[in-house]
């Protein structure tokens, strides 16, 4: 089982707190730093304000060498198709082959109004539409253009410059519908991932991704399956009371909804989610400061999964 540190910079962190978080994933072992794709805080001030997830992910792929990129995941409202293609390539270039793209629909109208951005009422298609052509500017051989004519998006003659190290590379499909998510993870996705769910809700909701991909006539295996759920642990009962009252939860809750608890704890629900098949599971960590909670996830819990 892979572990990967998910982070949520819009609720107040710099560049460089995101920096030296990505810096102790890479030199705790982890496989991979990810980063939420949201301009405004859902609680606090915020302060100092939030950072754009791709210019983030750029200068983490030049200080960093090892572990994965990404966003979980970039919202279809904040770019265009053609431009979110051009950036993400780019960044790939630039982390030689490191980054994975999550992509969802958006959610948070809020933070549209509050920087601009239009919220349309259905955005499932604005979606679908992306990852058609995001896939389709990459996958046109060199030399040769693209073009497409959609609802929401038209393009004529596109060079579908530049491509990406990785070919293909890997797209996050993400989730909790029980129809048109899991079509959209069989027809695009090498990952499909679940975030927050309900944790009995896990096993139905990989099942309904399976069902779908056999509907599309492809192997289920050949998706990876994750889910991404926060991360508060402790060496002891004390310890972890500290760090839930540090993000303002309760012990009771994070033990219900989370990978949480002291460290036998935190190892017996990530060995449920791997006997329910999730093959990745990203560790929501609020408290970027707090860099000895990712140590003791490296040191005392990671060694006790299987490979």
Known sequence: MQLRIFTEPQQGASYDDQLAVAQATERLGFDAF?????YLTMGGDGLPGPTDSWTALAGLARETSRIKLGTMVTSATFRHPGVL????????????????????????EREHAAYGIPFPAK???LLTEQLELITGL???????????????????DSPALPKPVQSPLPIIVGGNGPKRTPALAARFAAEYNTSFP?????????????????????????????????????????????RAAAI??????LREHGIAGTV????????????WGAGRVYLQVLDLADLEHLELVAA??????PA
């Open 34 to 38: 990810f980063r939420s794709d949201h």
């Open 85 to 108: 293609a051009i950036q993400v390539a780019q960044v790939d270039q630039m982390s030689g082959g490191r980054v994975e793209l999550g992509l969802g629909a958006g959610w948070f």
């Open 123 to 125: 955005r499932f298609g």
């Open 138 to 156: 990459w996958s046109t051989p060199v030399g040769e253009t693209y073009s497409f004519s959609g609802e929401h998006y038209q393009l004529v």
């Open 198 to 242: 309900e944790i009995a809700d896990i096993p139905r909701r990989f099942d309904a991704v399976r069902a779908a991909c056999d509907e599309a006539g492809r192997d289920p295996s050949s998706l990876v399956y994750s889910a991404a759920l926060v991360l508060c642990a402790g060496a002891t009962e004390a310890e972890f009371a500290r």
């Open 248 to 253: 303002g939860r309760e012990p009771a809750e």
């Open 264 to 275: 036998s704890e935190v190892v017996d629900r990530l060995g449920q989610l791997r006997e």
């Open 300 to 305: 005392d819990v990671a060694p006790q999964l």
